[in-house]
């Protein structure tokens, strides 16, 4: 008797969980694109996904999660807003509109997503950070994200501190 069933695909044939984390990240990249414009040229979100349903990284994204996360967010920016105040050494409106859309983005998933684990959330934000921010922004992203994840998972947070 053979250990293989011929049943279950072989393992080179199964998705792999990286292709899962790389379309969630261009969702992310996508959501970060969504935001800005949403924030620079005050775009409804109908408008906003119908303009990155065109864009060439549309099919590699999670599109579910595209349209979650971007109506998330979109629909909680005065909320997010007041979580980020808290946390900020500046005032939002002194944000780069880049900054200020990853900011959001990551503290949606903190306070707003709790199957996505708060390290991952942080990580993501601080990877947008370091491909779409200023210099050094990714260090200052990752110390207002921190602060979040403790106040947003303080049992999460403090589990995975000690």
Same mark, same amino acid.
């Given at each position: 008797m053979s250990d293989i069933d011929n049943n279950q695909p072989d393992a080179a044939a199964r998705p792999k969980p990286v292709k899962a984390a790389r379309s969630r990240r261009k969702s992310r990249e996508l959501?970060?694109?969504g935001i800005y414009l949403g924030l620079m040229n005050q775009k409804a979100v109908r408008d906003i996904m119908r303009e990155l349903a065109d +864009?060439? +990284?549309f099919?590699?994204?999670d599109d579910e999660y595209f349209r979650q996360l971007l109506e998330?967010?979109?629909s909680n920016?005065?909320?997010? +807003?007041? =979580?980020l105040v808290g946390s900020l050494d500046r005032q939002v409106s002194e944000l780069s509109p880049i900054e200020h859309a990853i900011l959001c983005i990551a503290a949606y998933e903190l306070?707003? +997503?709790?199957t996505i684990p708060y390290r991952v959330a942080i990580n993501e934000g601080v990877e947008l950070a370091k491909l779409y921010g200023g210099t050094d922004g990714h260090k200052y992203v990752n110390g207002v994200l921190d602060k979040i994840a403790a106040e947003a =998972?303080?049992?999460?947070?403090?589990r995975n501190r000690r």
């Open positions: 959501v970060l694109k +864009d060439p +990284d099919d590699k994204a998330g967010v979109a920016m005065s909320v997010l +807003d007041a =979580r306070i707003y +997503d709790v =998972r303080p049992d999460e947070f403090q």
